[in-house]
């Protein structure tokens, strides 16, 4: 609270990346002129829209290997789901976690084939091509969740949590479903709606592209940007 009372009479202008955080902040008096952005905006030249032709569904994790960002719940809803539908298949993606119990879990479920455990990507775009539906249960204060965007981008259905930042990539029912914080059996359930009816994937799928052109879209960001510092 300090280091933000300090900075933000300090600097002109500061950008929030969902109202949430805009909201706390505006409750208070500061000397700088706050805007809204959509994130930091994703590349939809890199993050290309491709059709989901893919044999066996597939659910792709890609975060930061701690607790608060749902890691828990999605290995456990993992395990529920591959108990019934041994052809599904789980990706996960991220730096070895440093807690040794959670990273023990892992890799369980990696060497017994639960889960797909890729360790750290550079490059996230062949892991998305191979993703039918992007999980990210996060209970973690986001800003808007890059990781996200990205899957959008690429043409994938999100679940995610009804929480500042994460809520503001989904369209519940849409291009994607929340799912209550912490909750492995909301979280079994809206990924086994896919498993269910796989046709969700690519209805969902498109409306999450469309939705990242129109709202997340990196040159729009950025021209919201610069139209807000030459206002200075």
Known sequence: KFIYHYLFHRAKIV????????NLFNKKKYN???FLING???????FKFNVNNLKNITFTMISRLIKEKGILEFLRAAEMI???????LFILAGHVPKNKKLRRRIEKLHNNNTINYLGFVENVVPVLEQTSVFVF??????GVPRAVLEAMS???????TNLPGCKETIIDGKNGYFV?????????????NFVVDPNKI???GFESRKLAEHKFEVSKVNKKIISCLNEL
């Not at 591959?82 to 599904?88: A, F, L, P, V, W």
């Not at 249960?137 to 986001?142: G, I, K, L, N, V």
């Open 15 to 22: 950008f929030f990346q969902n109202n949430e955080d805009l």
């Open 32 to 34: 700088s002129s706050f």
């Open 40 to 46: 930091s905006g994703v590349n939809t030249q890199k």
């Open 82 to 88: 591959k108990e019934e539908n041994k052809h599904i």
């Open 137 to 142: 249960p996060s209970y973690y204060r986001e």
């Open 154 to 160: 690429s043409g994938r259905p999100i679940i995610t």
């Open 180 to 192: 209550k914080e912490k909750d492995i059996q909301d979280l079994y359930i809206k990924m086994l």
């Open 202 to 204: 690519k209805i969902m």
